[in-house]
């Protein structure tokens, strides 16, 4: 939730929290910028009557409201949603909200009917809202398991967690494709055991978080300098990892500029990073039938973290539309 992409998890995660899920583009879980009340007198005037056509439990052909968070790939994601919940016949909307703090609260009130989120860090965020700030972490590396444990948490909230994706948008380190090939370095094992001495390009919280300095310490025994604190995935890291002045830098697994800078990820062998597949989640009364679930079933099928990290480039790189990036996709994909 940084790339913000400017997230944020909560010290709660055992391997990445909320601030940390930065992208070039906007944080995944921002702080909150605006009121809850601000919002929901916004969603009111912009959403009318169209809220109040759905039919209850999303059976029918009625309207819907998919939920956008404001960065690239959240963006991307609500207009695939949207897309694919048109051709089932509904009639969808996108509504761009600032971030998780302020559309969770509407999902559960049904202002917004349908979201598209990462299932380690949604998982974290209601574990936090339930057992505080400081609660024993639900997620791990397991996808199952962390979509299981994320289902009891948005259950009796009102929510249902729809089949997670294959595409996921997780923690990631990359270095310059001449550092790879000259210690020949496919993975993070492999770092650690070409016995290099490195410095990161990352956030200052790397120092401490679990899935950052002492997770790379601990599970691959990379022999680490220090951390420059240039940022998650930002330009500046990036800048730093290509001319040599860092050589790891923490970004995601979609981050569409690696090519632009000559940086290559490192694969995660030993899977450090907690399972953030994407994950749609919905509000059980007025989107938890079984139609919304078969379109956005479909999505999940075909979606993969390749075709996602693509989609953001287009926006991010090419300046194409979000929306026109998503009904391309699916026009491709024969789901539009």
């Known amino acids: 939730m940084a790339?913000?992409?400017?997230?944020?998890?909560?010290?709660?995660?055992?391997?990445?929290?909320?601030?940390?899920?930065?992208?070039?583009?906007?944080?995944?879980?921002?702080?909150?910028?605006?009121?809850?009340?601000?919002?929901?007198?916004?969603?009111?005037?912009?959403g009318g009557s169209d809220l109040e056509e759905k039919d209850g439990g999303g059976g029918g052909k009625g309207s819907l409201v998919v939920g956008s968070a404001q960065f690239t790939e959240s963006k991307v994601l609500s207009q695939l949603y949207a897309g694919v919940l048109k051709k089932a016949g509904y009639k969808a909307s996108v509504k761009t909200v600032k971030n998780r703090e302020l559309y969770a609260p509407e999902l559960e009130k049904g202002r917004i009917d349908v979201v598209p989120e990462y299932a380690a860090t949604m998982a974290e965020f209601l574990n936090a809202k339930k057992n505080g700030p400081k609660a024993e972490p639900v997620a791990s590396n397991d996808a199952d398991e962390t979509v299981e444990a994320l289902r009891k948490l948005a259950g009796p909230r009102g929510l249902k967690v729809l089949e997670a994706g294959k595409a996921a948008d997780q923690n990631a380190f990359a270095v310059s494709k001449d550092y790879a090939k000259k210690h020949k370095l496919k993975t993070l094992s492999d770092l650690g055991r070409s016995k290099e001495r490195v410095t990161i390009a990352a956030g200052d919280e790397c120092e401490t978080r679990p899935f950052c300095r002492p997770g790379l310490e601990k599970t691959y025994g990379i022999d680490i300098k220090g951390i420059d604190p240039k940022g998650v995935g930002s330009s500046q890291s990036k800048q730093a990892v290509k001319d040599g002045k860092d050589q790891l830098v923490l970004t995601t697994t979609t981050d569409a500029t690696l090519e632009q800078f000559g940086l290559v990820l490192l694969q995660d062998d030993k899977k450090l990073q907690n399972a953030d597949n994407v994950v749609p989640v919905v509000n059980a009364k007025d989107a938890g039938g079984k139609k919304v679930a078969e379109a956005l079933d479909k999505l999940n099928r075909t979606l993969t973290t390749k075709d996602l990290t693509e989609l953001n480039r287009k926006v991010d790189q090419d300046r194409e539309k979000p929306a026109d990036v998503a009904e391309e996709y699916l026009k491709s994909k024969g789901l539009a």
């Open 3 to 46: 790339p913000s992409h400017t997230t944020h998890h909560t010290g709660a995660t055992p391997h990445r929290t909320a601030p940390t899920r930065r992208r070039t583009t906007g944080l995944r879980a921002l702080a909150a910028g605006g009121t809850v009340t601000a919002l929901a007198l916004s969603l009111a005037a912009c």
